[in-house]
Nanobody, 126 residues
Framework: VQLQASGGGLVQAGGSLRLSCAVSGVTSRHNPATWFRQVPGKEREFVAAIKWADGSTSYVDSVKGRFTISRDNAKKIVYLQMNNLKPEDTAVYFC????????????????????WGQGTLVTVSS
């Protein structure tokens, strides 16, 4: 499985960006495609996930109402639409896929993910 993230950049607070993650290789429909983010010196943080099979989603509380995760099953692309961005959203964003089938309660834990994209930097200026 390979993941290629893109779409990061510099934006002012209140602005929007859309991240994309192209997934190649075999992935389970029962698994999520997930976005994490990381700030230097801090642990990788779960942001949002979407299940390939039924589109069910999950978000960290700090982005609810501002970020929307979606997927295109035919193209195997996952998107993260980020609106009303805040300086605290500044981070490197990674898309990830689990190696084996994982249950929903494990979606938030980066240790269950074996495949990672290269990361894309999002910088939000105040």
């Amino acid at each position: 499985v390979q993941l290629q993230a893109s779409g990061g950049g510099l934006v002012q607070a209140g602005g929007s960006l859309r991240l994309s993650c192209a997934v190649s290789g075999v992935t389970s429909r029962h698994n999520p495609a997930t976005w994490f983010r990381q700030v230097p010196g801090k642990e990788r943080e779960f942001v949002a996930a979407i299940k390939w099979a039924d589109g069910s989603t999950s978000y960290v509380d700090s982005v609810k109402g501002r970020f929307t995760i979606s997927r295109d099953n035919a193209k195997k692309i996952v998107y993260l639409q980020m609106n009303n961005l805040k300086p605290e959203d500044t981070a490197v964003y990674f898309c990830a896929s689990p190696g084996g089938v994982i249950i929903r309660s494990s979606w938030y834990n980066s240790q269950y993910y074996d495949y990672w994209g290269q990361g894309t930097l999002v910088t939000v200026s105040s």
